[in-house]
T-cell receptor, first 115, second 114 residues
């Protein structure tokens, strides 16, 4: 089975721009979660989607948004980029609630650099 | 509130030494899940183990072993006869039945010196 894939792997943007990151979960997984990882703040939860609905949301400003499509693929968008948004963005997939197995499997991440 | 504490920020050991990574968690939920992930320099978090709150049996997988003690709210991870390939950042995480949100510790950076 293919693992979680994320595109692009690397991205360089300038302040004020917006960016869209993509995540394809493991086949059969219906839940997708997004995390931001920085040296100073560690791994921080952004949001989680299941069946195209946002189930949980972390403590991030509204500039961070996401969505999930009917095939469980997910995108996250960051608008009006700031220097502090430079980070590794990780996507994780799991079977979803009620499946009895909530282990999250992570993708390789997208490294975003904001100049 | 849920919280995971990994007090060891960095550990260095010489190859073939045993090393234990500590993890202490806090939750008021009676049903919860504990995880360990490995993050090599490439960045991808690799799933190592999952334990639910009703299963305190310790587990061994090759050179890896995990000690889950509800009495001390700890879920420690031991690598026996460490190897250079074990060098990575290791994260302990907690999730509960109230949602699929994971709560990660700050990670322990392990360096195995040849």
């Amino acid at each position: 089975k293919a693992g979680v894939t994320q595109t692009p792997r690397y991205l360089i943007k300038t302040r004020g721009q917006q960016v869209t990151l993509s995540c394809s979960p493991i086949s059969g997984h219906r839940s997708v979660s997004w995390y931001q990882q920085t040296p100073g703040q560690g791994l921080q939860f952004l949001f989680e989607y299941f069946s195209e609905t946002q189930r949980n949301k972390g403590n991030f400003p509204g500039r961070f948004s996401g969505r999930q499509f009917s095939n469980s693929r997910s995108e996250m968008n960051v608008s009006t980029l700031e220097l502090g948004d430079s980070a590794l963005y990780l996507c994780a997939s799991s079977l979803g609630p009620g499946a009895g197995e909530e282990t999250q499997y992570f993708g390789p991440g997208t490294r975003l650099l904001v100049l | 509130a849920q919280k995971v504490t990994q007090a060891q920020t960095e550990i260095s050991v010489v190859e073939k030494e045993d090393v234990t990574l500590d993890c202490v968690y806090e939750t008021r939920d009676t049903t919860y899940y504990l995880f360990w992930y490995k993050q090599p320099p490439s960045g991808e978090l690799v799933f190592l183990i999952r334990r639910n709150s009703f299963d305190e049996q310790n587990e061994i997988s090759g050179r890896y072993s995990w000690n889950f003690q509800k009495s001390t709210s700890s879920f420690n991870f031991t690598i026996t006869a460490s190897q250079v390939v074990d060098s990575a950042v290791y994260f302990c995480a907690l999730s509960t039945n109230t949602g699929n949100q994971f709560y990660f510790g700050t990670g322990t950076s392990l360096t195995v010196i040849p």
